[in-house]
C-alpha cells in the first residue's frame, strides 16, 4: 500500500485540491512524499533517501508557456512524469461555436501565437473546404509564401530558446534578429507583427504591395547566409550535440502510436506530411523536399527543422517568381461568398450591405455538412473538423491541434531520463500551449 | 455590378421584408477534395466484416464519414489497423447534437500512412448512457483525446488508465462544451487563487457580469477587523 493513497491532502493543497490529488496519485509514489517533513517518531526525513515529487511549472520559464511537469524523481532520475495542462484553456471550441466563421478567425491567431498566419489558413481553408468556396490563385500563392514565413518565424523561435534551454543565449539574440525582420515583413503585409489575421475567408484581406514583396525577397536573399552561419556554430559544436545525442528517443513505432506529429514523426523516420499527403493550396506545383530522419532523439529533430527552414526559403522563392506572373483578385467575387473589397465598401450601396449582411450572416455552409481539412503547421498537423448547422455559425468546431497530440508523449519520453534533459525534451517537442489548451 | 432596374417597380412592390431562403446545398465538386478520403474499397470490406455494426456513409467534399455501432467501435477498429492499415489516430472529439435521442456523437479521424488513406467513424451514445470502450488498447494515442471528451462532453471511455479531465481541473463539476452549459461560465463554479496572500479564494471570476461589484484595485480593501483605524 503506498504512502500517497493514505495521506491527507486536506491540509498541503489549499488550492484546487481535487485536482492535484487526483495528479499525485497518478504518481502512484510508493514511498513518500517530501512535503512530508518528519517520519512517525518526530526526526526529520532525509530528502536524499525518499523519492521527491517535483512541481515544474506552470510558472517556469524552461516550460515554454504555462505547461505543468509533475515528476517523481529518484536521485536524479524521473521515475514518473505526469503533465498537467490546461492554464491556458480559455474554451476556443466554445467560442467558435458562438461565432460566425468570419469573427472566429482572428482567435486562431492566439493559438499557435509563433505562427498564427498558419493558424489563419487553417481556419480559412476548413471552413472553405466546408462551404465548397475556391479561392483565386493570387491568394492561393500569398498564402502558401507567408504559411512558410511563419513556419521559419516559429523554427527560429524553437531554435533560439532550445538553445537558451540549453546555455547558449546569443543564439537566441541572432534567431531574434532574424524573428524582427520576419515580424517586419508581416507589419508590412497583414498590418500587425504577431496578430496578423490577414487572412479572409476567400481569399487574402489584401494584396502584397511592393514594399512587403522585396521585404520577403531581400529576408529570402540574406537569411540562407545567417542559416549557414548558425549551422557552423552549432553542427559540430560539442556540447550542443551531447545535450541533444540519444535525448527523448522515440522509436518510428513510438511516434506513430502516441499520435506525434510534425517535425517530431519526422525526426523519427517516418515519411508524413501534410503537404504531400493531401496537398492544399500549391503545394503539389511547387518543388520542395520533406526533410527526415531516422535517429529518432532530439538532434535528430534539431536536423529536421533546421532542413525544413532551407526547404520554406525554397519554396518562398518559388511563390515570389509565380506572384510577378499571376495577377488578378486576392479575394473571391462572390457577395456571399466573401467580403467585397473595400473599394466597394466605400463608394456603393451594394457593397456597403454586402458588407453589412457578411458581416452579420456570413458564410453559411449547407445544413448538416461537416469536413476536416487539415494543414502541416511548423509544430505538425493542424486541422479543424467543421460540422454545419445551416447558418453562419459552426455547430461545432473541433481543433486537432499538433501541440496537443506531441505533448502526449511527453509523459513516456520523460520516463527514465535525466533530470537535467528535461527542458531539451520540452524543446525538442516544441509545444506551444496556446494551441494545446485550447 | 448587376444594374438593377428599379424604374420598372412600383415602390409597393419593393420587397423589404425578409424572406427566409433554403440553405445552400451542397457544393458540387468541391474545389478541396483530397484523393486520400477516396476510401471506397475500405467501407466495403468493412461492410463486408460487419454487416450490422456498419451504418450509412455519409460523402461530402470527398469525405466518408461511416456510422458504427458504438458498442463495436473497438473491434472495427482493430480490424481497420490490422487489416486495413489503418496505423494512426489523427484525432478523436466528442459532439453535442442536443437532440432527444442519440444525443451525443464520438468522431474518430484515422489515417493510413502508408497508403496515404483517411477515413472518419462515427459513433452515436443516447444520454442515457454515456460510456464507450476506450480506443487506448487499439491508439494509445487516443488517451488525451478521450480525456479532453470526457472533460468537454462527460462521455467516460470504460477501460481508459487515466480517466481524469484534461483541461478543466477535478474540481470543476460541469461539462463546458455540452451546448446547454452558458457562455460566461457558472459563478463559484472554479475558484482562483486568492487576490492577496490569506485572503479567500476568488469564487466567480466574472462578478460584474453575475450583477455584483468588485472592489476596483485602486479601492481600499475593506477590513473586517476594525483595529487599523
Known amino acids: ?53 517535483l512541481n515544474i511549472g506552470p510558472q517556469h520559464p524552461a516550460t515554454h508557456g504555462v505547461l505543468r511537469c509533475v515528476v517523481k524523481l529518484d536521485g536524479e532520475t524521473i521515475k514518473k512524469c505526469v503533465v498537467d495542462i490546461g492554464y491556458l484553456h480559455r474554451g476556443i471550441e466554445k ?5 460566425s466563421y468570419q469573427e472566429f478567425m482572428p482567435y486562431t491567431d492566439r493559438m499557435d501565437y509563433l505562427s498564427p498566419y498558419s493558424n489563419n489558413v487553417a481556419w480559412c481553408l476548413a471552413v ?81 504591395n511592393d514594399v512587403g514583396f522585396n521585404l520577403i525577397k531581400d529576408f529570402a536573399e540574406k537569411f540562407p547566409a545567417s542559416l549557414a552561419g548558425w549551422e557552423k556554430l552549432l553542427n ?21 502510436a502516441a499520435g506525434m506529429t510534425g517535425p517530431n514523426l519526422r525526426g523519427s523516420g517516418i515519411a508524413h506530411d501534410i503537404r504531400r499527403f493531401e496537398p492544399y493550396l500549391k503545394y503539389d506545383e511547387v518543388d520542395f523536399n520533406i526533410p527526415i530522419r531516422t535517429e529518432g532523439d532530439a538532434l535528430a529533430r534539431y536536423f529536421v527543422r533546421l532542413d525544413e527552414m532551407k526547404e520554406s ?44 449582411m457578411y458581416t452579420d450572416t456570413g458564410v453559411s455552409p449547407p445544413k448538416g455538412a461537416a469536413a476536416y481539412h487539415a494543414i502541416e503547421a511548423p509544430k505538425g498537423e493542424l486541422g479543424f473538423y467543421l460540422q454545419s448547422d445551416g447558418t453562419g455559425t459552426p455547430w461545432r468546431a473541433k481543433m486537432n491541434s499538433p501541440s496537443f497530440s506531441n505533448l ?6 520523460m520516463e527514465g531520463a535525466q533530470m537535467g534533459d528535461m527542458v531539451i525534451m520540452i524543446g525538442t517537442i516544441d509545444p506551444v500551449l496556446g494551441e494545446a489548451d485550447k | 455590378m448587376p444594374q438593377h432596374d428599379r424604374t420598372s ?26 484523393a486520400t478520403t477516396q476510401v471506397d474499397t475500405v467501407i466495403s470490406a468493412l461492410e463486408k466484416e460487419f454487416t450490422d455494426a456498419i451504418g450509412e456513409t455519409v460523402v461530402y467534399a470527398g469525405e466518408r464519414t461511416v456510422r458504427v455501432d458504438a458498442s463495436r467501435i473497438v473491434d472495427v477498429c482493430v480490424f481497420l489497423k490490422d487489416k486495413q492499415g489503418f496505423n494512426y489516430l489523427a484525432d478523436l472529439g466528442g459532439i453535442d447534437r442536443f437532440t432527444e435521442d442519440d444525443r451525443y456523437e464520438i468522431f474518430y479521424n484515422l489515417v493510413d500512412l502508408n497508403d496515404s488513406k483517411r477515413i472518419r467513424l462515427v459513433i452515436r451514445l443516447d444520454e442515457e448512457k454515456l460510456s464507450v470502450s476506450t480506443l487506448t488498447g487499439v491508439y494509445p494515442a487516443a488517451n488525451w483525446n478521450e480525456r479532453e471528451c470526457y472533460d468537454m462532453f462527460g462521455i467516460t471511455f470504460d477501460g481508459h488508465p487515466d480517466m ?51 472592489p476596483k484595485s485602486f479601492e481600499e480593501v475593506q477590513t473586517t477587523d476594525g483595529d487599523e483605524g
Open chain 1, 128 to 208: 472553405e473546404k466546408l462551404a465548397g468556396i475556391e479561392i483565386p490563385d493570387r491568394a492561393q500563392w500569398i498564402r502558401m509564401m507567408m504559411s512558410e514565413v511563419a513556419r521559419i518565424s516559429s523554427h527560429l523561435l524553437w531554435m533560439g530558446v532550445g538553445l537558451m534551454d540549453a546555455g547558449a543565449v546569443s543564439v537566441f539574440l541572432w534567431t531574434f534578429q532574424a524573428r524582427e525582420d520576419i515580424y517586419a515583413i508581416f507589419d508590412e503585409v497583414a498590418g500587425a507583427r504577431l496578430t496578423v489575421s490577414h487572412s479572409r475567408i476567400g481569399g487574402v484581406a489584401t494584396d502584397i
Open chain 2, 9 to 34: 417597380q412600383s415602390p409597393s412592390t419593393l420587397p423589404f421584408n425578409f424572406v427566409p431562403q433554403e440553405p445552400e446545398t451542397a457544393v458540387e465538386n468541391n474545389p478541396h477534395e483530397k
Open chain 1, 408 to 413: 502526449q508523449a511527453l509523459e513516456t519520453m
Open chain 2, 164 to 214: 481524469r479531465r484534461m483541461f478543466m481541473p477535478e474540481d470543476f463539476e460541469y461539462f463546458p462544451l455540452r451546448k446547454e452549459f452558458p457562455l460566461l461560465g457558472v459563478p463559484g463554479s472554479l475558484p482562483l487563487p486568492p487576490q492577496e496572500p490569506t485572503g479567500e479564494l476568488t469564487m466567480d471570476p466574472f462578478p460584474a457580469a453575475h450583477g455584483s461589484k468588485p
Open chain 1, 236 to 256: 559540430r559544436n560539442r556540447i550542443w550535440i551531447d545535450r541533444n545525442i540519444g535525448i527523448g528517443y522515440m522509436s518510428a513505432e513510438d511516434v506513430v
Open chain 1, 313 to 356: 526559403i525554397k519554396i518562398i522563392r518559388q511563390c515570389l517568381e509565380k506572384l510577378e506572373t499571376i495577377q488578378g483578385p486576392v479575394r473571391v467575387e462572390d457577395a456571399k461568398r466573401a467580403y467585397p473589397s473595400k473599394n466597394d465598401v466605400y463608394y456603393s450601396m451594394e457593397g456597403l450591405i454586402h458588407d453589412f
Open chain 1, 95 to 99: 467560442i467558435a461555436e458562438n461565432k
Open chain 1, 1 to 53: 500500500m503506498s504512502i500517497i493513497n493514505d495521506t491527507d491532502f486536506k491540509e498541503t493543497l489549499k488550492f484546487w485540491p481535487r485536482h492535484n490529488e487526483a495528479i499525485y496519485r497518478r504518481l502512484e509514489s510508493k514511498h513518500s512524499w517530501i512535503e512530508k517533513t518528519s517520519s512517525g517518531d518526530g526526526s526529520p526525513v532525509d530528502a536524499l533517501e525518499q523519492e521527491m515529487v
